[in-house]
């Protein structure tokens, strides 16, 4: 019996060794229980940083600046400040051919004053690197509408018309610019600004007018007028090609510098002594203007004029015909009697 317990203990002895572990295993188990928590490396923290901003929440703060910028940006290209930028000038010379220009009697043609001021205005402009088309580079009759057809076709163009003033009063004097469209007042303040400057007559100031060739064009558009052809002295500096290419040379300046003109309104400037076929870019003040557009197309008019005299004179001598047969079939003493009134018409 004794025997037999002294066996069952030796064989749980045996069991109770193999299944507890060693000391030093022991210990080591218990560290790492008590061990405190790893915190976790730097890898896993920079894996976890950039996945923040790519929430729902924070995608609009970040573009929210960039869109503003391309906004502005946008906005400054499409609202750009001052005249628009042209590279063609159509220059345009008043008259032509059998359309005299100017008053009965008057000694110097318009016509040809106004083609001599515009060729030279045409190589000054193409020395300047501009586009030029000329209206008409020849003695010939080109219409109203047809000038304002020939301006209209280009769209980044100008229009500029050289012409020279007439009156029956001969003392009257002066250079004047006239525009109808607010798109044409910067051009026209910069070439009045240079043309009274250079010019030796009056400053009759610009002036506000419906001429068919300004109310009917779409782009910026300028009439010149030079001077008086019918006032004896500046009759006399028209004659003079060292004058007209002055007046060339002022009108060039003034469309050069066009963009230069201020939102203000300024006086003309003191006669300039510059003899350069350039001027630096400077400031030109805005020109206060008379504002006319209540006066009719004195070109409109004057053929409207010659219509109705022509329609006129028709009737009456279809009246004096219409009187002439009456008188046919009167007596011979009638007949006596108009005779003479034939004669005096």
């Known amino acids: 019996m004794q025997k037999h317990f002294l066996s069952i203990s030796l064989v749980l002895l045996a069991i109770n060794a193999y299944s507890l572990p060693a000391p030093s295993s022991l210990n080591e188990r218990e560290k790492r229980l008590n061990a405190p928590t790893p ?22 703060r970040q573009q929210a600046p960039q869109t503003r910028t391309a906004t502005i940006q946008t906005t400054k290209a499409v609202a750009p400040q001052g005249p628009r930028p042209f590279t063609t000038v159509v220059v345009d010379a008043g008259h032509g051919g059998h359309d005299r220009g100017g ?13 001599d001021v515009a060729q030279r205005l045409k190589a000054v402009l193409q020395s300047y690197g501009y586009r ?20 209209n076709s280009y769209r980044d163009a100008i229009f500029v018309c050289v012409h020279f003033n007439a009156t029956p009063r001969r003392s009257a004097s002066g250079v004047e610019t006239y525009f109808y469209s607010s798109q044409s007042l910067p051009l026209a303040s910069a070439i009045h600004y240079y043309v009274a400057g250079g010019a030796s007559s009056a400053n009759r100031g610009v002036r506000r007018r419906g001429f068919f060739v300004l109310r009917r064009t779409t782009i910026p558009s300028v009439l010149v007028e030079c001077g008086f052809l019918t006032n004896p002295t500046e009759a006399q500096h028209a004659l003079s090609p060292a ?9 060039a300046h003034g469309i050069q510098n066009r963009a230069s003109v201020s939102r203000f309104a300024g006086v003309t400037r003191i006669v300039s002594s510059s ?4 001027l630096e870019p400077e400031t030109v003040p805005l020109q206060p203007f008379i504002d006319q557009t209540h006066y009719r197309d004195p070109d409109l008019s004057r053929s409207k004029r010659g219509k109705r005299s022509s329609k006129h004179s028709s009737r009456s001598t279809s009246s004096k015909r219409k009187h002439s047969s009456d008188s046919d079939s009167g007596t011979k003493t009638k007949k006596k009697k108009s005779a003479p009134a034939k004669t005096e018409d």
């Open 39 to 60: 915190t976790p490396t730097p890898r896993q923290q920079i894996l976890q940083t950039p996945q923040a901003p790519q929430t729902l929440s924070s995608i609009p």
């Open 103 to 115: 008053i009965a009697g008057q000694r110097v043609d318009e016509k040809t004053m106004n083609l």
């Open 132 to 151: 030029v088309v000329m209206t008409r580079d020849s003695d010939v009759f080109i219409p109203l509408g047809t000038r304002v057809a020939i301006a």
């Open 243 to 251: 004058y007209r290419q002055k007046l060339a040379v002022e009108i």
């Open 275 to 278: 003899s350069s076929s350039a």
